[in-house]
């Protein structure tokens, strides 16, 4: 029999923070958390009551409860503290982000909890609700339930100061931004739109902010290597000294947690219920990295060196603040590609009707805007339909605004659970555009941005009809989430796709088979030094977090582990680690995106290369990938997509497309073959 929830007074009303007047006011957002979690205790004391066996429906269900209030708090907490308008307000949803988390390390420690869990009768349980439940044990015994009471204390204390300094640290970056002067003369090579942008003041000074749409294409085209110094030095400075500190703390507070639960180190304990189970087995993929990226990034900085020094003949090496720069002019050579001569192709509006049309053929949905209030009148609403029925809700938050968090993200908004709450979900970016006046011409790696954010976005919705709040959306093993992000990408280099919306924003002139042409050989060059990227950050992440943090000396490793990797010489005064931003939720696992791009590559290659978005494999991905959430594990859903696990295989070959002639005249030809 279902056991009655005693919920307070308007809990079902106003599922939306914002509604309740929470993106307005700092005491309206307090209150509205109020409920959600009294929402949540009201849930648990019921469950925690319960005489006689435990069931599913007495027990399990109420604990998804507790869970699906707690997310909701946390998530629409979140995205306030990214996007509200009013400094009060996002520093208040900084503090309640804090509250939540305090209740949930509260509640992953509750020993009461979990043993009425491990005595939930699972006779005839569906393979996903046993997956919860072995999966959810699991990792009440990670968090030390059945530690005495003394030690859970001690491992709450230390759970809310790291989440009290991972917000610290991320706020840091979001409101860092620094300022640099440049004159006209140094902004030489920018484009036009971006210096009508950016007029001198009165003693002919050009302030550029740190923000991305300033910063990027600075670091891209300025043909002035010290105002890309400047730039570069503000930019990885922009949240130093304060997150130094900062991070040291965190740090030694993971590393502690990790001692008192046993582990060796924090990066074992963060890889313990992750597909890749321990450190040892990331270090093992790392190599594979290693190996597979070691020759084409040094073909690829041998051609780069050997083109500079052609107009200077003189220079031994190239440091990391010109890379971008010489990466663009080199392109510009040997591929005949201008990055800057797709931009009109690719105006914000244009480009945000084709990312939706290609989901929507790809999963056979339909998106219709929708006039329905968010947290700003910038952000525009769209409801999902499957067959005429809705199954979701999103909120593109897409340009920068003053305080707004300044990266590119997906965020859950609600936690979809069937036959209790449609999912809904955002995208918080900071695209060009937005302004009266300004189309907001996207170069071509912000379009792959939108698709990879797109990808998230999909997850969270389709996955979201899950039968328990615990399995919904995103919900699936941490280094998981992002192969749907990463898988979407790939569909930007389908010319018939980018065709079908990649229009002049003046001429409306479709962007020419011959650009796209050159646009892919271009893109394609670079690949190994993009891994070798990666490969620098995966290790940082993991050594940070490998290690007895009070021995770490953080300029040093740094620097010691870039140039072991890198072929660019290092800046001096570059503290990158200040404002690495994925330490805060990714921790020791930044290997995630290195591990799911071999996934998500392997997933494409089952696509029709002609045809992509036709047949049934983007209908059997959604059933088999995006709808299962984390209703099972990620190694399970590989399997059954791929009928096997994945291989390094479409990553190698992806990896090293740009030196393989075979397929560059392939590539070449008009089939279109790959
Ligand atoms: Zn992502």
Not at 245 to 254: C, F, H, K, N, S
Request: some cysteine; glycine content about 8%; proline content about 4%.
């Amino acid at each position: 029999m279902p056991v009655e929830i005693v919920y307070p007074p308007h809990v079902t009303a106003d599922i939306h923070a914002w509604e309740a007047g929470g993106a307005a006011s700092a005491e309206a957002l307090t209150a509205w958390v109020d409920i959600r979690l009294a929402a949540h205790d009201a849930a648990l004391s019921t469950m925690l009551s319960v005489t006689g066996p435990r069931t599913l429906e007495n027990t399990l269900r109420l604990y998804d409860v507790v869970i699906e209030q707690l997310t909701m708090a946390g998530s629409q907490a979140g995205v306030l503290n990214s996007v509200a308008a009013d400094k009060a307000v996002r520093d208040q949803a900084q503090l309640e982000s804090q509250r939540v988390s305090m209740a949930g390390s509260a509640l992953s420690l509750n020993r009461a909890v979990y043993e009425a869990l491990a005595a939930v009768d699972l006779e005839g349980a569906s393979p996903a609700t046993q997956h919860f439940v072995s999966r959810t044990l699991l990792s009440y015994r990670l968090a030390g339930v059945d530690k005495d009471q003394a030690t859970r204390d001690r491992l709450q204390k230390l759970h809310e100061e790291a989440t009290r300094l991972s917000l610290e640290f991320s706020r840091n970056i979001q409101e860092g931004a620094k300022t640099i002067l440049a004159t006209q003369e140094e902004l030489n090579g920018l484009p036009p739109d971006y210096l009508g942008r950016h007029q001198p003041d009165a003693d002919g000074q050009i302030t550029l902010t740190t923000d991305q749409p300033d910063m990027q294409p600075v670091m891209t085209f300025a043909s002035n290597g010290d105002l890309r110094q400047r730039m570069f030095l503000a930019y990885n400075t922009r949240a130093y000294p304060a997150n130094r500190q900062i991070l040291l703390d965190l740090l030694a507070t993971r590393q502690e947690i990790a001692t008192v639960l046993g582990f060796r180190s924090w990066a074992d304990l963060a890889t313990a219920d992750q597909m890749m189970g321990s450190a040892a087995n990331v270090r093992t993929f790392l190599a594979k990295l290693d190996e597979a990226s070691r020759d084409g990034a040094r073909r690829e900085h041998e051609l780069i060196l050997e083109f500079v020094r052609k107009q200077d003949s003189g220079l031994e090496a190239i440091d990391i603040t010109s890379r971008a720069y010489w990466y663009e002019q080199f392109r510009r050579s040997a591929f005949d590609f201008d990055s800057q001569s797709v931009r009109p192709y690719f105006p914000y509006a244009t480009v945000e009707v084709g990312v939706l049309q290609t989901a929507a053929k790809l999963f056979r949905i339909e998106f219709h805007r929708s006039a329905v209030p968010s947290w700003d009148p910038a952000v525009s609403v769209f409801e999902v339909f499957d067959h005429g029925h809705r199954v979701g809700r999103f909120y593109l938050d897409m340009h920068p605004r003053e305080g707004k968090d300044k990266w590119f993200s997906a965020a859950p908004v609600v936690t979809g659970v069937r036959g209790r709450y449609l999912p809904e979900a955002a995208l918080i970016c900071n695209f060009p555009g937005g302004v009266e006046g300004d189309p907001g011409l996207l170069q071509y790696n912000d379009v792959v941005t939108f698709f990879h954010e797109f990808g998230h976005l999909m997850h969270g919705i389709l996955g979201g009809h899950t039968e328990w709040a615990g399995l919904s959306g995103f919900a699936t093993e941490g280094d998981f989430i992002e192969v749907p992000s990463q898988m979407l990408e790939e569909f930007f280099r389908d010319e018939k796709l980018l065709q079908s919306f990649a229009k002049h924003y003046q001429t409306g002139e479709t962007l020419p088979a011959e650009i796209i042409r050159k646009m892919k050989l271009a893109g394609a060059f670079g690949r190994a030094d993009w891994v070798r990227s990666q490969l620098y950050y995966t290790t940082l992440s993991l050594d940070l977090h490998d290690q007895d943090p009070a021995s770490l000396e953080l300029d040093a490793i740094t620097e010691k582990l870039y140039t072991s990797l890198q072929p660019w010489t290092w800046m001096e005064g570059n503290r990158m680690y200040a404002s690495f931003g994925h330490l805060t939720g990714y921790s020791s696992n930044y290997y995630t995106y290195a591990f799911d791009k071999v996934i998500a590559l392997d997933f494409y290659n089952q696509f029709n290369p002609l045809n992509p978005l036709g047949g049934d494999t983007g209908m059997r991905y959604r059933k088999t990938v995006l709808e299962q959430g984390g209703s099972k594990p990620g190694r399970e859903m590989v399997r059954e997509f791929l009928g096997r696990d994945e291989q390094f295989s479409a990553f190698s070959k992806w990896l090293n497309e740009e030196f393989d002639q075979e397929l560059l005249a392939a590539r070449t030809s008009d089939q279109g073959l790959r």
